[in-house]
């Protein structure tokens, strides 16, 4: 089947610090992943997306490399800011027809 | 507006009571997703629809469940002798694509609480 196991938070930082939220993925085919965020009181919203094995992703300083040998897309960041506190979820899309499936979701806080 | 549009934000019912929540997408997309969000957990899919017919409803918890998008754009989604463990938020997702990797657009949800 199809399921998304990602880090539990809620993780809290300090500004600058570096981040990993740790995601990893069951599947079957050849899904494409997806890192989404909702900040408080927005809706999701895509953050960056990778459709194929060893594609990066990247927006906002935000990065994710799509790992099939160890089916992982952790994403990262080198610096935080205290604007991106938010809630991050890591989805797959198994292709064609299908609906996504996501994690349960990592709530970041920033401090200054 | 240019978003997803959901409708009402926050609903709040009683026990048994009948609820309609409508999802207005992005014009144009043909694609359309309901997810429900319960506290502290991800969107846990219900239903999608590719232009008017429902592709896939294997989400949908039990036949007091019910959605439909007579015209390939609002979809409503119809609960009925709703209980208290459908208190949750309901979203709605739209995307171009139907059925490649798509990008999903998500509205900001319809809050629903039964006591």
């Known amino acids: 089947g199809n399921s998304v196991t990602q880090m539990e938070g809620p993780v809290t930082l300090s500004e600058e610090a570096f981040l990993t939220i740790n995601c990893t993925y069951t599947?079957?085919?050849?899904?494409?992943l997806f890192w989404y965020v909702q900040y408080p009181g927005e809706g999701l919203q895509l953050l960056l997306k990778?459709?194929?094995?060893?594609d990066k992703g990247s927006n906002k300083g935000f990065e994710a490399t799509y790992r099939k040998e160890t089916t992982s897309f952790h994403l990262e960041k080198g610096s935080v800011q205290v604007s991106d506190s938010a809630v991050y979820f890591c989805?797959?899309?198994?292709?064609?027809?299908?609906?996504?499936?996501f994690g349960t979701g990592t709530s970041l806080t920033v401090i200054p | 507006g240019a978003g997803v549009s959901q409708t009402p934000s926050n609903k709040v019912t009683e026990k048994g009571k009948y609820v309609e929540l409508r999802c207005d997408p992005i014009?144009?997309?043909?694609?359309l997703y309901w997810y429900r969000q319960s506290l502290g957990q991800g969107p846990e899919f219900l239903i999608y629809?590719?232009?008017?017919?429902?592709?896939?409803d294997s989400g949908l918890p039990n036949d007091r469940f019910f959605a439909v998008r007579p015209e390939g754009s609002v979809s409503t989604l119809k609960i009925q002798r709703t209980e208290r463990g459908d208190s949750a938020v309901y979203l709605c997702?739209?995307?171009?694509?139907?059925?490649?990797?798509?990008?999903?657009?998500f509205g900001e949800g319809s809050r629903l609480t039964v006591l």
């Open positions: 997702a739209s995307s171009w694509l139907a059925g490649d990797a798509g990008e999903l657009f």
């Open positions: 990778a459709t194929k094995a060893d």
């Open positions: 014009s144009g997309h043909t694609a």
């Open positions: 989805a797959l899309s198994p292709g064609t027809g299908n609906q996504f499936y």
């Open positions: 599947a079957t085919g050849y899904p494409s």
């Open positions: 629809f590719q232009g008017t017919g429902a592709a896939d």
